[in-house]
């Protein structure tokens, strides 16, 4: 299994609460045009990661890397926002990815996933199938674009580029505990009223707070 921030390897901080407002429906972390993302969804998949985590560690031989929850929320949410994006892309362009093509590409992962608490497979290959599906997605309608021989990053490329313009399109609300959405993209990162003073809060607004901040954090706010 890849490192712990790699996508589709880890499916990819602290108790995050609803937000009351914001434009967001009640539960949201996310909504991306008409389709709401949960903190049900984006917990069940941050566990996960926090899993896949520990897992990459045991494959490598390596100790493994202590993820605070609140990146492992951050990265289901990027992950699970990058799905709906490409498929209500893939809808748009009345593009569908082969179901042959995603149970090969969930199949590579299954040595990796059969590590994985039992409790925690499903979430894992449910987020890995979604995942796996949008970018194929991608690749298909970047290959009808360019034509001719491309590799599949090239194509990945292009389908992106290509959607990009579509996301435009699309009203796309997160909850600012997780972050924001510009660009077409999401950005992890607290986006709080209040300024964080001390150097140390100041680490803890950063997407990756730096092993320095990971070490002091308390049990409860780590992957386990």
């Keep these: 299994m890849a490192g712990r921030r790699t996508k589709l390897a880890a499916l990819a901080a602290g108790a995050m609460t609803v937000l009351a407002g914001c434009g967001l429906h009640p539960g949201a972390a996310a909504v991306v045009g008409s389709e709401t993302i949960s903190h049900d969804e984006v917990d069940d998949v941050a566990r996960a990661v926090c899993s896949a985590n520990l897992a990459s560690a045991q494959v490598s031989g390596q100790p493994a890397s202590q993820l605070p929850t609140r990146e492992a929320r951050q990265i289901a949410l990027d992950i699970l926002v990058e799905t709906e994006l490409s498929r209500q892309f893939g809808q748009q362009e009345g593009v569908e990815a082969s179901p042959q093509s995603v149970s090969q590409a969930v199949a590579q992962s299954e040595s990796g996933i059969s590590m994985l608490p039992a409790e925690r497979r499903e979430d894992f290959r449910t987020a890995l199938r979604d995942y796996a599906e949008g970018q194929i997605i991608l690749i298909e ?17 292009e389908g992106t580029r290509l959607r990009s313009e579509y996301v435009d399109t699309l009203d796309v609300e997160i909850d600012p505990r997780y972050g924001t959405f510009e660009d ?9 009223l209040s300024v964080p003073a001390s150097a140390r809060a100041r680490a803890g607004e950063r997407a990756e707070a730096g092993e320095a901040f990971v070490s002091g954090l308390p049990a409860s706010q780590l992957c386990s």
């Design 184 to 192: 077409g993209v999401y950005k992890p990162g607290a986006a709080d």
């Design 141 to 157: 309608i970047g290959e009808e674009e360019l034509g001719g021989e491309v590799s599949d990053e090239e194509a990945v490329a």
